[in-house]
């Protein structure tokens, strides 16, 4: 059979002289699927965009290889060439939908623009064309969904809008970058279902970027890895994920988290109970801002959580998980029974509730967005203690050191900025800021959810660490439900603001007994 597509000892390099690809050969047949796999900072996605030239032309050098779509070598073709064949021939659906769609634009104009640019159709044939690719991407009422924008749609409705798009002209090749990442498992599960349909409808070949081993394991033919620009590994995927053979491929396999979280003692006083925790949000206001029409976020939720223990919460997007997390901390209006060491203070106003929050602390999802890139280190993780003990300034740099410690940073870099760090180490700075408060609970809003498996890994190990050395509690909130395993004592299942199921989560993980859960687990293949 012959190559799709070719590239032939690429090297790339940018205004500096280190390749950020050295000498990489790959090739793609038609039909197939090729995962790209490797760590941030690999050249998977600059591998991607240099196949459809879209890295910006000022900056970057191609000092040596070919890359061959057709028998025809992209890196020597015209601007007018690439013109037909971007979005004709070769399709690429991006990794953030949002930042890729246009919010000044409705679903139909965005559609429409590339058939007219490659199909020459306008107007009522658009239409029609717009209306058979949303049923072909299988989203609901395709013809009140044509005049939406972006914000008016779900984080899986605008994946699937973006593929529309890539497959308006039925690609010979599909370029998926990281085409999952922000989407919850079951509509992980659905997005990838869906272009493999699509793929042996229309005869595509998919070359697939993912740090994510499982999504590669059933969805690629053939599996290439790359570490620091260089490819290390490539071959059949049963037989790679076999009898790896690089070192680095087998760090990678080796990334999965713990299938358990380390054992605690039972029997402590809860350190939290919650009870009937009401949270809704207005909508609509009439005359004097009275509420015309509400949303009901969190729906009488009620749970306890025991010292040294941790609670999981799972759900897709907007069953109401961040929200939790934000009324215990009383970022968020709520109304129910919020009681820490006994002491109720859901009547607490943000005064009186400020004493408290020393002992609940919280780390995000995005270490870099909550890291203010204005502060050093030192600064950051030092915060929180002149707030709450000022009275004790003279102690403060030596509870920063020993907060820097305990997370594995070197005490002697911070002074240094956030910028100057890894993901994985920005997270790491997040959680000493919490930690250096000696907090008795600490709330985790997806803290794993941006970094790569291995640092995933190596964050998870230190958040067990740091519960069986002082005790702390955590509720740990996250889509991806192997770290959940990793961490969690117990299970709350969340949808639409309801509980669908509660209770032990080795019980649950091993016998689910509400089909939400089940349809939740089989989505994340904790079953084949």
């Known amino acids: ?62 000092p040596s290889g070919e890359i061959r779509y057709r028998g025809e070598n992209l890196l020597q073709a015209s601007e007018k060439r ?11 659906i991006f990794q953030e939908p949002m930042t890729s769609l246009n919010p000044l ?28 690719l949303l049923q072909l991407v299988g989203i609901d009422n395709p013809e009140t969904r044509l005049g939406a924008y972006p914000h008016q749609l779900s984080g899986g409705q605008k994946q699937r809008v973006m593929i529309a798009m890539a497959l308006a002209n039925e690609p010979d090749l599909l370029i998926a970058d990281e085409p999952t990442t922000a989407l919850d498992v079951t509509v992980q599960k659905q997005v990838l279902e869906l272009l493999q349909t699509l793929q042996k409808k229309f005869g595509m070949a998919i070359l697939l970027i993912t740090h994510d081993l499982t999504i590669v394991r059933h969805y690629a033919n053939r599996v290439a890895v790359m570490e620091h620009g260089k490819l290390v590994e490539q071959g059949e995927t049963v037989a790679l994920f076999a009898a790896p053979k690089h070192p680095y491929t ?54 306890a959580l025991e010292r040294g223990q941790t609670l999981g919460i799972v759900g897709e997007s907007g069953s109401g998980k961040t929200t939790i997390g934000h009324a215990l901390l009383k970022l968020t209006a709520s109304t129910g029974g919020i009681a820490l060491d006994g002491q109720e203070l859901a009547g ?17 999802q995005d270490p870099f967005g909550s890291l203010s890139p204005r502060m050093s280190v030192a600064e950051i993780v030092r915060e929180g203690l002149q707030i709450h003990d000022p009275e004790n300034e003279h102690t403060h740099d030596q509870k920063v050191i020993a907060a820097l410690n305990d997370v594995g940073l070197d005490p002697e870099a911070r002074d240094r900025y956030p910028h100057e760090f890894s993901g994985g180490q920005r997270q790491r700075i997040a959680i000493a800021r919490a930690l250096v408060l000696q907090p008795d609970l600490i709330i985790l809003d997806e803290p794993t959810s941006a970094l790569d498996r291995t640092v995933q890994k190596q964050v998870i190990e230190l958040l067990r660490d740091i519960q069986a050395r002082y005790g702390l509690s955590y509720i740990f909130i996250s889509h991806d439900l192997a770290v959940v395993r990793a961490l969690s004592h117990q299970l709350l299942v969340l949808r639409n603001g309801a509980i669908v199921e509660y209770g032990s989560a080795d019980e649950i993980f091993r016998a689910p007994k509400e089909q939400y859960t089940q349809e939740l687990l089989n989505a994340a293949f904790f079953y084949q």
């Not at 690999?42 to 910006?56: P, Q």
């Not at 409705?106 to 306008?122: P, Y």
């Not at 005064?351 to 919280?362: H, K, L, M, N, T």
């Open 105 to 132: 634009h409705s679903v139909e104009k965005q559609i429409s623009e590339t058939l007219a640019l490659h199909k020459g159709m306008r107007g009522p044939q658009a239409r029609i064309r717009c209306l058979e």
């Open 250 to 303: 087998r760090k990678l396999l080796d990334a999965s988290p713990p299938d358990a979280p380390l054992a605690q003692p039972r029997g402590h006083q809860p350190l939290l109970n919650v009870s009937n925790l009401d949270v809704r949000f207005p909508t609509r206001r009439g005359l004097f801002g009275k509420v015309k029409e509400d949303f009901h976020a969190v729906k009488r939720v009620s749970f």
């Open 348 to 364: 607490f106003d943000q005064r009186a509730f400020r004493p408290w929050r020393r002992r609940v602390q919280i780390v995000f």
């Open 82 to 92: 690439l013109r037909q064949v971007r979005g004709q021939q070769i399709s690429m």
């Open 1 to 62: 059979m012959s190559e799709l597509l070719e590239i032939i000892n690429l090297s790339i390099c940018f205004n500096h002289d280190e390749k950020a690809v050295d000498d990489l050969s790959l090739s793609l047949q038609q039909g197939e699927t090729l995962a790209l796999v490797g760590e941030s900072g690999s050249g998977k996605s600059i591998t991607a965009l240099s196949v459809l030239r879209l890295l910006d032309e000022r900056h970057v050098r191609y």
